[in-house]
């Protein structure tokens, strides 16, 4: 089992910045991928970022490339998106998710395969 809790949310103005956070607890393999992803009233979940949990290989969507960065702190076991540039656009749900071992590069941006999911913490950038 693992367990992942965001934080960081919150209101910006756009142009603004935001650092969320993803703690993990519990195991993670070294071939698993953790991944953001959000949700905005009235659509599907969309990919964000993802990265490899060994490796830190990332991969990120057209729409937050030069804008996002996803980054890992193994030795905290956390996760983080530090968005700049932020637009009304990006306001939404944010969830991080866990994969299984996962090797297939273009299967990270599909939350069906991310087995883990934090609550997610709301964005809302103004304008």
């Known amino acids: 089992q693992v367990q992942l809790v965001e934080s960081g949310g919150g209101l910006v103005q756009a142009g603004g910045s935001l650092r969320l956070s993803c703690a993990a607890s519990g195991r993670i393999f070294s071939s698993s991928a953790m991944g953001w992803f959000r949700q905005a009233p009235g659509n599907e979940r969309e990919f964000v970022a993802a990265i490899r949990w060994s490796g830190g290989s990332t991969y990120y969507a057209d729409s937050v490339k030069g804008r996002f960065t996803i980054s890992r702190d193994n030795a905290k076991d956390t996760v983080y998106l530090q968005m700049n540039s932020l637009q009304r656009e990006d306001t939404a749900v944010y969830y991080c998710?866990?994969?299984?071992?996962?090797?297939?590069?273009?299967?990270?941006?599909?939350?069906?395969?991310?087995?883990?999911w934090g609550q997610g913490t709301q964005v809302t950038v103004s304008s």
């Open positions: 998710a866990a994969s299984p071992p996962l090797f297939d590069s273009r299967r990270l941006i599909k939350s069906s395969e991310y087995t883990y």
